[in-house]
């Protein structure tokens, strides 16, 4: 039972290049997650998705888009990467609000220099 | 839009002591869930308790209780005796329930050490 998997696991960027992070779950759950950590600053939530075709934004959206594919995969792409996204970033899904509980990924570590 | 406040940025502690983490956070909501996860350094984020804002007993995982005050809104985390493999950093975190909305608020975190 894989859970929740991210790839990449690490990645390096130059300014202006772009890329897509892809996060897939098998848990069979509706909402699915990204959150970025940054030093200092806990998680942050950059978008969130209740169910499939439906996505909403979080606290620090701007730079970023996503994609609710299906139900299992939630993708986070980067248009025209930035230093200040450097981070690590997480994905998590949740069953909803009988446990609350949100299972994560193992990251995937960007560096954009 | 409620906050999560950790003060204490880390926190060390010898081994078989007993360690307290803090919390507090601010929230117009009656009906919530709130949360200690740990990341060691592997970066895994692991869920270590959960306390519903309805119950009144305090939640308690084997080491692991809490200490929720819903008037003063606190939140603080007490792990008893203390082992090497709880060193990582611990985030308090609160999530309002509601169909379709259940985000997470997370605190700066705590980085805790737990000395040999």
Redesign the interface.
């Known amino acids: 039972n894989a859970g929740v998997t991210q790839t990449p696991k690490f990645q390096v960027l130059k300014t202006g290049q772009s890329m897509t992070l892809q996060c897939a779950q098998d848990m069979n759950h509706?909402?699915m997650?990204w959150?970025r950590q940054d030093p200092?600053?806990?998680?942050?939530?950059i978008y969130?998705s209740?169910?499939e075709g439906?996505t909403d934004k979080?606290e620090v959206p701007n730079g970023y888009n996503v994609s609710r594919l299906n139900k299992r995969e939630f993708s986070l792409r980067l248009e025209s990467a930035a230093p200040s996204q450097t981070s690590?970033y997480?994905c998590?899904t949740?069953s909803?609000?009988s446990?609350?509980?949100?299972f994560?990924g193992?990251?995937s570590r960007l560096t954009v220099l | 839009a409620q906050t999560v406040t950790q003060s204490q940025p880390e926190m060390s502690v010898q081994e078989a002591e007993t360690v307290t983490l803090s919390c507090t956070y601010d929230t117009s909501e009656s009906n919530y869930y709130l949360f200690w996860y740990k990341q060691p350094p592997s970066r895994q984020m692991i869920l270590v308790i959960r306390q519903e804002a309805y119950k009144q007993q305090n939640a308690t995982e084997n080491r692991f209780s809490v200490n929720f005050q819903k008037a003063a809104k606190s939140f603080s985390l007490k792990i008893s005796d203390s082992q090497l493999g709880d060193t990582a950093m611990y985030f308090c975190a609160f999530m309002k329930l509601g169909f379709g909305n259940e985000k997470l608020t997370f605190g700066t975190g705590t980085r805790l050490t737990i000395i040999p």
């Open positions: 509706n909402s997650y959150y200092g600053m806990g998680l942050r939530l969130y209740a169910s439906t979080g690590v997480f998590a949740s909803g609000g446990t609350g509980e949100l994560f193992e990251g």
